[in-house]
């Protein structure tokens, strides 16, 4: 199987080929695209060295599955090229997440809707993966009406230049701003662009593709995310109002037997998740599970998870799995 790498040497393609080579992906052939000032570099995959090649001889190439974390320009452009030569291309951006003719799959969750004729297949936001991971479960148990989220983002979401600002920051040296302010000992409560409603383009993000994936457009979400000065990943604070009760220890039950959750939820040994220690694994964690004692049926959760694995590349890599198992490449 030909597989390309859209976007090899930035940060996330690097994860995705890590995340290839951990997990075995059946490839016989890989192929490296990056930017015209790439071309030509080697990567080292298995053991073999590759060429970075440009994305129209990629094209030419005719690989089955093309792995896209390149950009939303660069998809919108692209992605349609690859499908048209019999590619199908699994997208990171937000090019085609909210497109109505296009699936935007976490395979835990939706997979079940994907078929051959699916050839541009939508990876959603990092933020929201890990939340509908853990609201999935609970909302076919308990119906969930209404979602308010505020997350705390790695730096790692923003690419290398942040994680540069930050490291130039910490060390006491100038450099290049990923940021219009300080990230290091800070706390910058914009992620994206505005829109016009006030909320940032990741804000809705997180409305928009939450009831997409589960299918459910009555579920309200509102969000507030905001970039923190760490690297290992995502932590999200979740406050969910059902329509039926629930039993908070049925709740824990139903979150640690999901698929690609662990629950880390034991007060008394300190035991929550954290995204120091989040950092290179491929599960979500979930934790201070409790009752929000202020209104009927609404519970309170802590979500974490290393947003470019599970968030990323991991997911992108699941949506291929799911594809060569069921033979729909």
Known sequence: MKVAVVGATGMVGEVMLKVLTER????????????????????????????????????????????????????????????????????????????????????????????????????????????????????KKYNIERVVVSTYQSVTGTGVKAVKQLENEYAGIEGEMAYKYPIHRNAIPQIDVFEDNGYTKEEMKMTRETKKIMGDDSIKVTATTVRIPTVGGHSESVNIEFTNDFDVNEVRTLLSETPGITVQDNLAAFDYPMPLYAEGKDDVFVGRIRRDETQDNTLNMWIVADNLRKGAATNAVQIAEYLVANGLV
């Open 24 to 139: 075995n992906f059946p490839i016989t052939e890989l192929i490296p695209v990056a930017s015209e000032k790439s071309v030509g570099k080697e990567i080292e995959f298995k053991g073999n060295k590759y060429k970075v090649v440009s994305l129209e001889t990629a094209v030419s190439m005719k690989p089955q599955i093309a792995l896209f974390s390149a950009g939303g320009d660069t998809s919108k452009e692209w992605a349609p090229k690859f499908a048209e030569a019999g590619t199908t291309v699994i997208d990171n951006s937000s090019a085609w997440r909210m497109d109505p003719t296009k699936k935007l799959v976490v395979p835990e969750i939706n997979a079940g809707e994907l078929t051959k004729d699916d050839k541009i297949i939508a990876n959603p936001n990092c933020s929201t993966i890990q939340m509908v991971l853990a609201l999935n479960p609970l909302h």
